[in-house]
């Protein structure tokens, strides 16, 4: 059975080419575990090198902030007197027992930070790395268990530019350092700047995605499996789309589209650019009648954040107040949130095309998630090809249902 499966990547944040399709490639390359064909040793090493090099980026971000972080607090500290200088108003605490500044680091690292800040600010990282990473990484290590850096660690968010997998991969900079370290699945997964440079990335696989929502039972154990289902992942991006997408005229049997967004990203402006690419897509040509399913990414790191910052520092969701209790269904803030998420998309979508909208959940690190994904999206397409029958009907009552009980948005929250 053939079939061709169009994904659109997320919004990239222009002040940050690393992370261009990055949530895209996250799913491509779990695709790739999955069902796939395994890296070359070439890809391999080249995952390797670029593993080793990000943790001196990772660590220079941390450095840089610790300086900020420590000038502040000293001019604070200053301005109160020594008096008071152990607490600000705010409870927070700018020095230790000694009265010495949290962020303040010894004469040893404080002259390895600025040796790499001053290869990064010139952009030489390359020309010493990864030659030297091996050598420096008992150093990194030190400094990364440093209390300074540990302090600066705990105010991540507020260095922008600090993805969450720098503590995955700096509290391993010895291992990940030496000669004979080989990435893992996971590492391959959590690394930053695995990109496709063209300008279109695809890739084929066969998938066995039947499920019993989909498959008619039969007791006739010698009866053939049906043929696996032949998917096409295809890249496409925001500048495609403002090209007037030309080329996707070429995919003719396109019949789906998958679009994802990172619920972790509601409190910055990718959220709002990733509403606007949405509309944009729902609304070109290109797509007309072809049914969306959008996935709601990084459900675990948005559960976390979400208790520390509210949903509503998205303007988009401003009106959200999380109830306790909801129609006495004990749901947790992130499982509410997440429900009015998906219905503000699915609200969108229906607004600007009198369908429904068809919303997963997932973690793109997690494996699992990203295989019920898949075969989520051939559910979509069975759905769509028997939209006239009463089959179509019952399921998308059941699935679809906007009803806070929908037993798909608790399962999945």
Known sequence: MGLSVLVEAKVCDASNPESMDRQFLKALLQAKFLYGNKFTAEELQDIKLMIQSNIYKYLSILL???ERFEDEATSKMKARGFHDHATQSDGQVDSNENGQCIYSINPKLKHFSDWLLDIIATGDLDAFFPAATREYAPLVEEVWKDPAIQETYRRKNELHFLPDVAEYFLSRAVEVSSNEYEPSERDIIYAEGVTQRNGLAFMEFSLDDRSPMSEAYTDNLQAPLPPLTRYQLIRINAKGMNESCKWVEM?????VVVFCVSLNDYDQAKMMQSKVLFETMVGHPCFKNIPFLLILNKYDLFEEKVNRVPLSACE???????????????QSVAQQAYYYVAMKFKDLYTSLTGRKLFVWQARARDRVTIDEAFKYAREVLKWDEEKEGNYYRMQEDSFYSTDVSSSHFLRQG
């Open 316 to 330: 988009w969701f401003a009106d959200f107040r999380p109830v306790q209790n909801l129609y006495n269904i004990n």
């Open 251 to 255: 995919f003719e049997d396109v019949r």
């Open 64 to 66: 840089d902030g610790r």
